[in-house]
């Protein structure tokens, strides 16, 4: 008998410089869970903590979901400090 299929996923971390008005991190969040919807992807995390995992609602998420995910976080977060984990068991990442 074979294990359980790992729920591949990744995680989004960014730095907000200090005095990041809390408007800016809301507006973020909402472009973020719009993006993920349209994307057929599934988001958590945030809020105190600028952490969010991403993963496929359909499937294992890939490293081309990877790529476009970081591709938005590019346009997104220019002026900002922030970094995409590679396609991972999301169970290891947490």
Do not use: K, N
């Not at 993920?36 to 359909?58: A, F, H, N, Q, T």
């Not at 998420?61 to 590679?86: F, N, P």
């Not at 991972?88 to 990442?93: G, K, N």
């Amino acid at each position: 008998m074979s294990g359980a299929c790992p729920s591949l996923g990744i995680i989004l971390s960014i730095e907000w410089p200090p005095g990041t008005p809390d408007a800016s991190r809301q507006q973020f969040e909402v472009a973020l869970w719009r993006f993920s919807g349209e994307s057929g992807l599934v988001c958590s995390g945030g809020g105190d903590i600028p952490r969010y995992v991403l993963m496929s609602e359909s499937a294992q998420l890939t490293d081309q979901d990877r790529d476009t995910i970081a591709s938005w976080a590019r346009a997104q977060l220019a002026e900002r400090t922030w970094r995409v984990s590679a396609v991972a068991d999301l169970d290891e990442l947490r």
